[in-house]
């Protein structure tokens, strides 16, 4: 079992920075492939980016690519997420999410095991 809590969301204007991170209990996170997905009203959950068990390897969804950064550091069982140049589309409930098996590609929400409760990004024009 793995139980994630996000933190870190909140309101920034167009063009501006937040970070992300997710803690992440249990033993084995090093062994998941942690994804950061989000959800606006009224639209499905979607993976934004996505991180391998060693950092080594990653996935940014196209809308994301040059503006988000995923990264991980095993030892603090933690991952981030860096979004700069923030823009009112990427307003949404984000959640962090850990797969057990599998690689950084199947961006379907089925693939994950275990969710975090989501934090909210608000960004305003």
């Known amino acids: 079992q793995v139980q994630l809590v996000e933190s870190g969301g909140g309101l920034v204007q167009a063009g501006g920075s937040l970070r992300l991170s997710c803690a992440a209990s249990?033993?084995?996170?090093?062994?998941?492939?942690m994804g950061w997905f989000r959800q606006a009203p009224g639209k499905e959950r979607t993976l934004v980016t996505a991180i391998n068990w060693s950092g080594g390897s990653t996935y940014y969804h196209d809308s994301v690519k040059d503006r988000f950064t995923i990264s991980r550091d095993n030892a603090k069982n933690t991952v981030y997420l860096q979004m700069n140049s923030l823009k009112p589309e990427d307003t949404a409930i984000y959640y962090c999410?850990?797969?057990?098996?599998?690689?950084?590609?199947?961006?379907?929400?089925?693939?994950?095991?275990?969710w975090g409760q989501g934090t909210q990004v608000t960004v305003s024009s």
């Open positions: 249990g033993h084995t996170f090093s062994r998941y492939v």
């Open positions: 999410a850990a797969r057990s098996a599998g690689t950084i590609y199947f961006t379907d929400r089925t693939g994950y095991d275990y």
